[in-house]
Each structure stands twice: as C-alpha cells, then as structure tokens.
C-alpha cells in the first residue's frame, strides 16, 4: 500500500523554518498497524520518526508526516477499555465544570474516540458532540448516546457546529493535541467554536517527562508533536487563546493537562503556569543541546541492551515479547529487537494471531507463555509493566524473566514481586 508522506519546512507552532534535527532514529513502520495473515505478503514500508526543535520557539516536532487518513481511519484504540482513563476523564469533568462554574451548555470533544470522556460531561447535565474520523469507534459512541461526527475538526465544521448547536461551553482534545499536523488550524476552530467565558482543555505528552523517563514508546508516528508550556503559550497567544492553567500527571507515563481561554477572558491565569515555565526555563528544555543529550543517553541504552541480548542469544535463551501495544513497534525497531523477539503475546483478542507491523513478529495469547515457557520476556508496553508483572506471577514463579528498557535496563524475577 502506498501512504503519502509529506514533509514540513516550518515549525508547526510558529512557522519558523529554523528547524534542527536533535533525535535521529530509525525509520518505523506505523505502530499500530498490527496484520493478519492474509497481509503478510504485503509489503510494510518504514517512515521517518526523527525529532527537530524549532530555534525560534523551542517545539520539539518530528517533520514527517504519514497521511492521517492512513494513521486513523481503522484505529483500534478505545479509551473506555481502561477503567484509570476513565476515572481520569471523570476527574476531568468534574474539575472543569466545578472550576469554571460551568453549570450547562455544549461540550464538544475533538477526537473523541469511543465517547468515554464526553459521557463524563453528558452524567453532568452537559449537551455533548463527539468529532472523530474512526468510522468504527465513532458509531459505537453515538450508539452509546454520545453523538458523534465522523470527520477531522476543521474551521469549516467548527463554524457549522456553532450554527446548529451554538458556541460550547467546553472544548476537548486529548491527546489529539500531539496528533495533528495542522495544530494552527485546529486552534482556529477552536477560537471559533469557544463561547465566551468557555474553556477549552487538552492533554499531550510531556516533553519534560519523555526526558527524565526516557519515554522512547511514546515516541511514533500520530505524536507528531511533544509539547512543553514556553512554545505551547506563544503559540496559542497568536491564535486568541490564553493558557490559563497546566496540570501534569502520570497516565500515559507523562502529561499535561491544559485549560485554555479565549484572550479577554473572565478566568484569572493559575500559578501552575509560571511554575512550569520556570521549570523549563532551569532544564533549557528549548535548548538543542537539551534533547541531543537524551538522544545520546537512548543510544547509550541501546548499545547495553544489545550487548545484553547477544550475551542471552549466546547462551542459547528463548527471548520473548509481552504488549502489542503501539509503544512496542518504537521499541523494536529504535532498540534493534526484531532479530531477538520470536514471538509477542498480548491479552487482547483483537491483537492476538496477527503480526507485529514490519517484522511480522507473530502475536499470540499470553497462555502461550505458560504452555511454552520462554527464558525471557521483554516487556514492550511499558506503560502495563507492573499489572504485566502482577498478574503473570505464575510464569516468574516457574522460572521466567521479564526485561525492562526504560529507564534503565532491569531483569525482574519472582523477588521483585508485589506482594498480595
Ligand atoms: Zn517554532
């Protein structure tokens, strides 16, 4: 299948053509495009995953760009499948509406999956819309209540929102946010969609984390931005909006959630703003020589790793992998795993007797650990690692070992386990 890449000259948030190359890595094939059997024939190009930041703002950006219709129209993900996003959109909603007195009106969520988080909104008395472009996943949220637009967020629709449902009191991204290429035109139809006194609120990976935790897996093709709060401010500042508040959390690793208003607006701007930016300001995390040094660090780590994995080869170790997770295909091919791993079980059905993308590493049901007992397993969704750990202590308890890469390198046996 040919997929259309196309390739930015400018910063995404300010145009600027300053762009220099900090994180080289290896070209990937898109992370989630898991295939059957029937696919294996076909072939599965690679495409640039390399990070630039911008010298003028200091975004941090990878400039290859894979068709988003490709990336998104059969995305398998679905955020109500995981009972602690759900807790957190609940959390979301409740602080959102308490915080800024919204008592009614219109959410609207941009990509907006299965409808977990504007279910949150809909318990609380709000009118809700759903806009994404996954066919599938948006038929079931409007089936579950969640009336949902199968499309990409664009002025146009926004405009066309506003008139047959009138300005909302809350506008939603997540995760998205690091998703779009056109992110400037995303912020217009914001502006344009925002009712006076609203909020818009979005959460993105954090640059900051992805540092301090090496979070390589969260490094693929739909993150086509890592966000940090000095480049993000500027940028939303030229298209109307005022970061008015910026909470960081754990979730997918490492996040930030952002409150955003229209410039003029009624809210006063929290102190987690200024806190973050001097953070930032005291790490230079809009300095080059800033992300060069991660990517220094992440060769240093893969150098360990295959050093430790061709000491286990040699020693005639079965190696395994645990997660078809998206994170899992970055992992492989940035830490040279795909001649190590010769096979990857993963809990989910839908994952299970496909293929890893690229590498057609076969996927099979974690029972086949037990029924197979491999020496060792190498934990590919890094963000399960300890529910991985917990609940297959069967299998260290007869002798395996699970590997860890981020952030550093760690055999966990049966001594390592959490006790019940
Ligand atoms: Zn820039």
Redesign the pocket.
Known sequence: MQVKVTRRKT?R??D?SRLELVVPLAPTPVAEKYATKEELHQPTPSYPLDLYI?R??G?VQMLDVVDPAFLFADYTYQSGKTKKIVEHFDEIAETTLRRYNITGGLAVDIGSNDGTLLSRFKLRGMRVLGVDPAKEIAAKATESGVPTITDFMSLGLAKKIKQEHGAASVVCAFNVFAHNDDIAGMAESIRALLAPGGVFVFEASYLLDILDRMLLGTIFHEHVSHHSVK?MVSFLKRHGLELIDVQRNSIQGGSIVGTVQLVGGPHPVAKTVGDLLEIEQARKLDQPETLKKFSQDLQKLKGQLEAMMADLKRQGKTIWGFGAARSGTTLIAQMNLAKVITHIVDDSPDKQNKFSPGDHIPILPTKALYEQMPDYVFILAWIHAQPIINNNRAYLERGGRFILCVPEIRVVGPDDLEKK
């Open positions: 910063c948030l300010c600027g911008c003028d703002c975004h480049p």
